[in-house]
C-alpha cells in the first residue's frame, strides 16, 4: 500500500486559494490518488479523484505531476465552512485493494 | 452521487451488551464494504474489509469475534460489538467501494455511528 505524508495542519483566511499537496513515494503504476474532506463527527467526504495531470471539479482542483509522486489538492477562495480536516488516499483503481487513511491535513479557514 | 447511510446514528449501551450497526448503500449495490474505527482527534484506522457473501478480512489487533460483521447482502453490511467495553467507545464509519469504469475507484462513507459505552 503507497503511503501518503501531508501537512499536519494549515492555516488560511477566508477568500485565499488553499493547496495541500500530499507525497506518495510509491505510488503504484495503477493506483488512483482520491481526497476527501471530514468534519468532526461526520464522515469523509469524497472531494476529487485523478490518476495524471489536472483534474478539475466545481470545488477543487488536482494537480498531479508526471511521476505521481505527490498532489496537489487546490481549493479555490476558501470560506469558513472549508475548515476541515482533508485526506489524500492512493489505490488500486480496478480492484479490491484496501486504502489506509494518513494523518490528515487540518484547515483552519480564519475571518 | 452514491448514498451510505448507518443506523443507528449514534448508541449508549452498558458495559458487557452487545450492539449492531447497519450500514446500507441507499442507491447502488457494494460488493465490498469497509469498516473503520475512529478516534477523537485521530485519523480512520481501517478495522475490516468486508465482501458479500463471503468472511470479513479483519486488520491486525481487530479482534474479530469481538467485532462480528456480516455482508449478507449487496447493500447491507452489519459490525456488531460484542461485550462492548468502555474503551470500545468510538465513532464508527463505513464505507463502500463504487467499482469504477474510466475513472477508478471510489469509496462512499457513511455518515458514521457514535458509540459510548458506560
Known amino acids: 500500500l503507497a503511503k501518503t505524508t501531508q501537512p499536519i495542519s494549515m492555516d488560511s483566511y477566508e477568500g485565499q486559494e488553499v493547496n495541500i499537496t500530499c507525497s506518495h513515494n510509491?505510488?503504484?503504476?495503477?493506483?488512483?490518488i482520491t481526497w476527501y474532506q471530514q468534519f468532526p463527527s461526520q464522515g469523509p467526504r469524497f472531494i476529487i479523484q485523478g490518476y495524471k495531470t489536472k483534474v478539475t471539479n466545481e470545488v477543487a482542483s488536482l494537480f498531479i505531476p508526471a511521476d505521481r509522486k505527490s498532489s496537489t489538492l487546490s481549493l479555490p477562495r476558501v470560506s469558513l465552512s472549508d475548515t476541515a480536516v482533508y485526506y489524500c488516499?492512493?489505490?488500486?483503481?480496478?480492484?479490491?485493494?484496501?486504502?489506509?487513511f494518513g494523518t490528515g491535513t487540518k484547515l483552519q479557514v480564519i475571518p | 452521487g452514491a448514498v451510505v447511510s448507518q443506523h443507528p446514528s449514534w448508541v449508549i449501551c452498558k458495559s458487557g451488551t452487545s450492539v449492531k450497526i447497519e450500514c446500507r448503500s441507499l442507491d447502488f449495490q457494494a460488493t465490498t464494504m469497509f469498516w473503520y474505527r475512529q478516534f477523537p482527534k485521530q485519523s480512520l484506522m481501517l478495522m475490516a474489509t468486508?465482501?458479500?457473501?463471503?468472511?470479513?478480512?479483519?486488520e491486525q489487533g481487530v479482534e474479530k469475534d469481538k467485532f462480528l460483521i456480516n455482508h449478507a447482502s449487496l447493500t447491507l453490511s452489519t459490525l456488531t460489538v460484542t461485550s462492548a467495553h468502555p474503551e470500545d467507545s468510538s465513532f464508527y464509519i463505513c464505507?463502500?467501494?463504487?467499482?469504477?469504469?474510466?475513472?477508478?475507484?471510489?469509496?462512499?462513507f457513511g455518515p458514521g455511528t457514535r458509540l459510548t459505552v458506560t
Open positions: 488516499l492512493v489505490g488500486d483503481g480496478g480492484g479490491y485493494q484496501k486504502v489506509t
Open positions: 510509491n505510488i503504484a503504476t495503477n493506483d488512483y
Open positions: 464505507s463502500a467501494r463504487v467499482l469504477g469504469t474510466v475513472s477508478g475507484d471510489e469509496q462512499y
Open positions: 468486508s465482501n458479500e457473501g463471503s468472511k470479513a478480512t479483519y
